[in-house]
């Protein structure tokens, strides 16, 4: 005779393999891969040029560094950027053109050295701040219980997204072997109820914990300071503050850079 | 041991990124043994699955608040139990509400005695499956998942004491199924 408790414990049974299929799908839908990695984004950008330079100005280009006159004109079109994406463009695809003439190799380029990459890093995470800010300036009344700071930059469901999940030398490039910054995937609240029920008294910020030295400053409507943290941890209870709009400011420090996401947050306690 | 976890660990931090692979490998390990916590809450199989993919999206997308060096088997254990938990509190009602009066004599009956059984699992999900509504949530809370019957009412916003009685009418429920399996 076994406990019930051990019997259930212990069990286990594979779901059917329909259930992984809808579970990718929606995925996708909501969690796209482009939004996630700086690499997608870069890929991204690779793909379209690849898509309108097409082979023979790929050929041309990997003679650029050969013969300076031939490709100038194809060349100046490249911003910097997509200069050096062709770097990793072109190694994904040397093996096909290892046939013709095995000697000619373009470098690959830096393609996202450590400066680089933080500073692209940076630049999104301030962008990402001002949208807050933006956001939090139209009227509270409709806004959702919680607002999710995250970076979009490839539509779900755009050809291109599709086109580079389709790909296999592309979409592997997303894989772990290559080590990005972690995205910013913050929630913070706009609204919390500090009315000692229990439930949503404090204002928390969840996926805090990534990053280094939160920093909480949050103000009243006459810009005064009400609440100072350098060192937060998720307890702010609103004490002494009536109910109404604050606004705050959450700097937060990941692989040394410092960020910030400015918004408002109501307190609403019944 | 360890070695199996720095695997772990490496596919935790692949999902971090959102990598499909990671994902995948992340879904491949643990369906099985969440499609169990599942079905025990469910009152079917699709239903299981609807959770299950629920409670995997739920893996994903707060796979960031997982604190390394914790253990992620119970984690991810609990992101399913929640996900079951809401997923009953989004569909279902308490159909059968208990008066007040019902309470005070059916509390006498005594809750430690453990339930045995010699039947295998997939009967007893299959028995558990045909229980009741609120009583296989609260249940499968106090006996399998060790949630206090306070944390029970909190979660599913009913009185204590109601949860009380209600899992001890799905305890009295799930016994007298067993035994007649049992007997057949």
New interface residues.
Partial sequence: ?????D??????????E???D???A??DA??P?S???NLWKWVAAAAGVLAVVGGVTFGVLRHQHQEKDFAATNVTEQTAETQSLEGVVETQNVSSLQEEESTVFVEPQNVASPQEEKSISVVEKQNEASQQTEKSKTPAAKETPKTNVRQEVLPPNSTLAKQLAADPVL?NL???DVE?T??V?LSIPNLFTPNGD?VNDLFVI??M??YASPKLVVRDKNNRVVYQSNSYQNTWDGANCPDGVYSYEFTFTYQGIENQAVGKVRIMRS | MREVDSELE?VI??C?????????EL?DRF???M??VC??YASSDTE??DM??EG??EV???I??F?KGSAFSTWIHSVMVNTAISHYRSVRRFRNELSETDLEFEIEASEDE?????????L??EVLQKMPDPQRTVFNMR??DGYSFAEIA?ELGKKEETMRVTYLRARKW?QAQLGESQES
Avoid: C
Avoid at chain 1, 1 to 5: E, R
Avoid at chain 2, 16 to 24: D, E, G, T
Avoid at chain 2, 114 to 122: C, E, F, M, R
């Fill in positions: 005779m076994k406990d019930i408790k019997i259930l414990d212990n069990y286990s049974e594979r779901p059917s329909d259930v992984w809808r579970l990718s929606r995925l909501e969690m891969v939004n996630r990695s979409r997303s894989g772990d990005w972690k995205p995937h229990g969840e996926g914990e990534q | 490496k931090a692949g971090l990124n959102n990598s499909r692979v990671s994902q995948r879904y369906a099985s043994k499609f169990a079905k025990r299981a699955e299950l993919m995997f999206m994903f997308k707060s960031s608040t604190k453990k339930i045995t059984t010699s039947l295998d699992a997939q007893v999900l006996v399998i909190e799930l």
